[in-house]
């Protein structure tokens, strides 16, 4: 919804707006001249999934007014999203700024809100969210905006791991095909490979990543009696009352409590509720130390002024500064954000005396990155790029709906996708009648990757948008009729042991004039990764368009069979396939190889395009068993021996595990079970001290076909230890994230004791990416297991 009384929208400015019960359009308040139409599908209390009887049913009305509670945990999502794409501006006395738009607006006046990205569009507001929660709707959405007459449609929301067949992505092609650009957020939920969501997968629509655009922070300095300094940032800006000095209380998680990584209950580590100070034993005075992942941000500053605390501090979850929040409501103290790598100092500082000093102003050492919750790509099942731009997401000053005039500083991709959906709409006032394939191509074909340090195709797509590139644009590229990239999929080298192991793939793309005059490009490859021994060839590579005309390019990437049996290993033997990224981030990466096909103008007036290609290339190891000898007995124990083959082209480690379980195709995607089996080893093959009397249990699961990133999929296995034909214990192969508070495409294995519901312990998983075998680890003893003791079990 949208706050249409708020000052960036020309509203009324009207405290008592919380009056208006926003089920009609009887007061006359709706439709403004700003926010010209819309309705909402859902009600304050809609929240599918609560426990709130009916909370799960739709109460629509005609008046999308956003929730008007100031502390709903939606944040006023909405009005925020559709200030960033085109609110009027506020100034800084609270009056709606009217113009002009030009190049001495930002010079000649001085906002409290900037204006939006193009401020002179019109706005429709579909509302699908409650106050709270998450939504079914998004398609009848989609359906009411493109009926209204929508000429581009903003979704900041989505669902990790998205699928292209999803209806919430089909309706965004529909909608496409209708004449309606649809642009939307890639998802927060970090780096690893092919976690970007839907509906932003959808391949007709673009999809955006977030960037970092803040250049420096308000800094601070935590100065540890009898310690290092720990540098940080202040980010609610609330200097006022430093410097401060209180003992450190580092908050711990009550284990006996389950975690909801939304409202943060039962995560006492995060701060961000009482019931974390009482476990935590705080006393007023104190420093606390809070841990980001688990419930809003904000939340840690004002609980902490609410418990007396003179200023709280939070570790961030990667390396590198959180956000820049802006001025937190009911938190008056300074709240102090600091990296990831501060943790263990803090922790060894617990209960001793600190104090907090302002320190000026910082570098942001994240100014131009991708930001470190954006999604990574790319697409699942056919490894299309996604996302396809990415715009400016973090600390977003915009419109806070829970006030008339006030701002809210939010961060996210909902964030950035409203800033590229402005340009959109910009493309189509320049150029009237175009389609959403035009408009696509406009967008990702004049996309700066060098403003984003470092660049990243499987993060950022195209790179970062570039309004005035995109608006001017009448050169455009497109790949077939459905995007501007180029995706030559997850490609098994190796697989042919009769015939050739090279890799030989030609795409087309093309290229078209919108002048009236002959434009002549020079093509040439630019690779953004390693090439990993690939050769890209481009025919022609010089070609001349007519005006209003358009030619084909193809484009041929080569790897030989040298090529592919040097690529890097899929897996280590044992252990997690995982990586860190620019940022010093944990996540699940991919092995490719990316880059662009870059067309230059060296005769005639257009503009320079680039089109984004990607292929994950993986060399094959084919081990196959191809004589087995009978068993012979020695003193009770039978031996028998398999002699084994690798026709592949790739080094292929070949192992016993004792099999259990087996069953058919079912035609199913990477969830199709084929065959599970165990096998023992040392205690340190689980990366734990060697224990003699204790073993180091491996499940290995083998599905028919591949998953992109495992944690697409739960597997879990069940365990009797008794005999009782009862499961005691289940070993889960899972997302980290999603135990903790969100999915971020890491798989663990998790022992967890059925009775008493808790968990036993936890393992990094071996479950690489377009794989389709994965090794689920844990320790004997984790299941009341010994040498001495009980030994068996059933699964």
């Given at each position: 919804g949208i706050n249409y009384y708020h000052a960036d929208f020309g509203g009324l400015r009207d405290p008592e707006f919380t009056a208006d019960t926003g089920l009609d359009r009887s007061d006359g308040n709706f439709p403004t001249a700003k926010v010209v139409a819309g309705y909402d599908l859902v009600g304050d209390a809609y929240n599918p999934g609560s426990d709130v009887p009916g909370a799960d049913i739709p109460v629509p009305d005609n008046d999308p007014l956003d929730c008007k509670d100031p502390d709903a945990p939606n944040v006023h999502h909405g009005t925020h999203v559709a200030g960033t794409a085109a609110g009027q501006?506020?100034?800084?006395?609270?009056?709606?700024?009217?113009?002009?738009?030009?190049?001495?607006?930002?010079?000649?006046?001085?906002?409290?809100?900037?204006?939006?990205?193009?401020?002179?569009?019109?706005?429709?507001?579909?509302?699908?969210?409650?106050?709270?929660g998450a939504t079914f709707v998004v398609v009848d959405a989609i359906e009411r905006a493109t009926r209204a007459g929508a000429d581009v449609i903003n979704m900041s929301l989505g669902s990790p791991f998205g699928n292209p067949g999803s209806v919430d992505s089909l309706a965004v092609d529909g909608a496409s095909k209708a004449g309606v650009t649809v642009v939307m957020s890639a998802g927060n939920s970090g780096p690893s490979a092919y976690i970007t969501g839907s509906p932003g997968v959808a391949t007709r629509g673009i999809s955006v990543a977030a960037m970092d655009a803040v250049r420096s922070f308000p800094a601070a300095t935590v100065e540890i009696a009898g310690g290092d300094d720990i540098d940080g940032i202040i980010a609610n800006d609330d200097t006022d009352d430093l410097p401060v000095t209180g003992d450190l209380?580092?908050?711990?998680?009550?284990?006996?409590?389950?975690?909801?990584?939304?409202?943060?209950?039962?995560?006492?580590?995060?701060?961000?509720?009482?019931?974390?100070?009482?476990?935590?034993?705080?006393?007023?005075?104190?420093?606390?130390?809070?841990?980001?992942?688990?419930?809003?941000?904000?939340?840690?500053?004002?609980?902490?002024?609410?418990?007396?605390?003179?200023?709280?501090?939070?570790?961030?979850?990667?390396?590198?500064?959180?956000?820049?929040?802006?001025?937190?409501?009911?938190?008056?103290?300074?709240?102090?954000?600091?990296?990831?790598?501060?943790?263990?100092?803090?922790?060894?500082?617990?209960?001793?005396?600190?104090?907090?000093?302002?320190?000026?102003?910082?570098?942001?050492?994240?100014?131009?990155?991708?930001?470190?919750?954006?999604?990574?790509?790319?697409?699942?099942f056919d490894n299309m790029i996604k996302p396809d731009v990415a715009a400016p997401g973090v600390s977003v000053i915009s419109a806070h709906g829970g006030t008339v005039d006030g701002p809210r500083i939010l961060s996210g991709t909902s964030m950035a996708s409203p800033a590229a959906a402005g340009?959109?709409?910009?493309?189509?006032?320049?150029?009237?009648?175009?389609?959403?394939?035009?408009?696509?191509?406009?967008?990702?074909?004049?996309?700066?990757?060098?403003?984003?340090?470092?660049?990243?195709?499987?993060?950022?797509?195209?790179?970062?948008?570039?309004?005035?590139?995109?608006?001017?644009?009448?050169?455009?590229?497109?790949?077939?009729?459905?995007?501007?990239?180029?995706?030559?999929?997850?490609?098994?080298?190796?697989?042919?042991?009769?015939?050739?192991?090279?890799?030989?793939?030609?795409?087309?793309?093309?290229?078209?004039?919108?002048?009236?005059?002959?434009?002549?490009?020079?093509?040439?490859?630019?690779?953004?990764?390693?090439?990993?021994?690939?050769?890209?060839?481009?025919?022609?590579?010089?070609?001349?368009?007519?005006?209003?005309?358009?030619?084909?390019?193809?484009?041929?990437?080569?790897?030989?069979?040298a090529d592919a049996e040097a690529l890097p290993d899929t897996a280590p033997l044992h252990g997690p396939d995982l990586g860190f990224d620019s940022l010093g981030q944990l996540h699940s990466p991919l092995t490719h190889v990316a880059g662009a096909v870059v067309a230059n103008v060296i005769g005639g007036s257009g503009n320079d395009i680039r089109v984004p290609y990607l292929l994950a290339p993986r060399g094959l190891s084919r081990v196959n068993d191809r004589t087995k000898t009978a068993y012979?007995?020695?003193?009770?124990?039978?031996?028998?021996?398999?002699?084994?083959?690798?026709?592949?082209?790739?080094?292929?480690?070949?192992?016993?595990?004792?099999?259990?379980?087996?069953?058919?195709?079912?035609?199913?995607?990477?969830?199709?079970?084929?065959?599970?089996?165990?096998?023992?080893?040392?205690?340190?093959?689980?990366?734990?001290?060697?224990?003699?009397?204790?073993?180091?249990?491996?499940?290995?699961?083998?599905?028919?076909?591949?998953?992109?990133?495992?944690?697409?999929?739960?597997?879990?296995?069940?365990?009797?230890?008794?005999?009782?034909?009862?499961?005691?214990?289940?070993?889960?192969?899972?997302?980290?994230?999603?135990?903790?508070?969100?999915?971020?495409?890491?798989?663990?294995?998790?022992?967890?004791?059925?009775?008493?519901?808790?968990?036993?312990?936890?393992?990094?998983?071996?479950?690489?990416?377009?794989?389709?075998?994965m090794l689920l680890p844990l320790l004997a003893s984790d299941l009341g297991l010994s040498r001495t003791g009980d030994s068996d079990f059933e699964y």
């Open positions: 501006g506020v100034l800084d006395n609270g009056d709606t700024f009217t113009g002009p738009y030009d190049e001495d607006t930002l010079a000649d006046h001085t906002f409290r809100i900037g204006p939006g990205t193009a401020p002179e569009a019109s706005l429709m507001a579909f509302r699908v969210f409650g106050c709270d209380n580092v908050f711990a998680d009550n284990p006996a409590t389950p975690c909801d990584g939304d409202t943060g209950a039962g995560c006492e580590e995060s701060g961000v509720l009482h019931d974390s100070y009482v476990f935590n034993a705080y006393v007023a005075g104190q420093i606390p130390v809070t841990f980001r992942g688990n419930g809003a941000r904000v939340d840690r500053a004002s609980q902490g002024d609410a418990e007396g605390a003179p200023a709280v501090i939070m570790v961030n979850n990667a390396p590198g500064f959180p956000p820049f929040e802006g001025p937190i409501e009911g938190a008056d103290i300074p709240f102090v954000g600091v990296s990831s790598t501060a943790a263990a100092a803090l922790a060894a500082a617990d209960g001793d005396s600190a104090t907090i000093t302002d320190a000026g102003v910082t570098a942001n050492p994240n100014f131009k990155h991708t930001a470190s919750f954006t999604s990574g790509g790319p697409r699942r340009v959109a709409a910009l493309v189509l006032e320049a150029n009237p009648g175009w389609t959403p394939k035009n408009v696509k191509s406009a967008l990702m074909g004049t996309a700066s990757p060098n403003r984003l340090v470092p660049y990243e195709i499987r993060l950022a797509g195209a790179g970062l948008v570039n309004p005035r590139r995109a608006v001017g644009a009448t050169g455009l590229a497109w790949a077939g009729q459905t995007t501007a990239s180029l995706a030559f999929g997850a490609e098994q080298l190796g697989k042919d042991p009769n015939g050739s192991n090279s890799f030989r793939e030609t795409l087309s793309f093309n290229i078209t004039n919108k002048s009236s005059s002959s434009v002549t490009y020079q093509l040439s490859n630019q690779f953004q990764t390693a090439s990993l021994g690939a050769n890209v060839s481009i025919s022609p590579n010089t070609v001349t368009i007519g005006g209003n005309s358009s030619r084909s390019i193809d484009v041929t990437l080569r790897m030989s069979e012979t007995e020695t003193a009770n124990r039978f031996k028998s021996s398999v002699r084994v083959k690798n026709t592949g082209v790739h080094f292929g480690i070949a192992d016993v595990y004792q099999w259990g379980l087996a069953d058919g195709n079912d035609g199913l995607d990477g969830i199709d079970i084929r065959a599970v089996g165990v096998q023992t080893f040392p205690t340190e093959v689980c990366n734990v001290p060697e224990d003699r009397d204790d073993r180091c249990l491996v499940i290995a699961v083998n599905t028919w076909n591949k998953w992109g990133n495992a944690s697409e999929n739960e597997f879990d296995v069940l365990i009797d230890t008794n005999d009782d034909d009862e499961p005691d214990y289940a070993v889960i192969g899972v997302d980290a994230g999603l135990v903790l508070g969100g999915l971020d495409g890491i798989y663990v294995s998790l022992i967890v004791d059925l009775p008493a519901l808790s968990v036993v312990d936890a393992f990094f998983a071996t479950a690489p990416n377009d794989g389709a075998t």
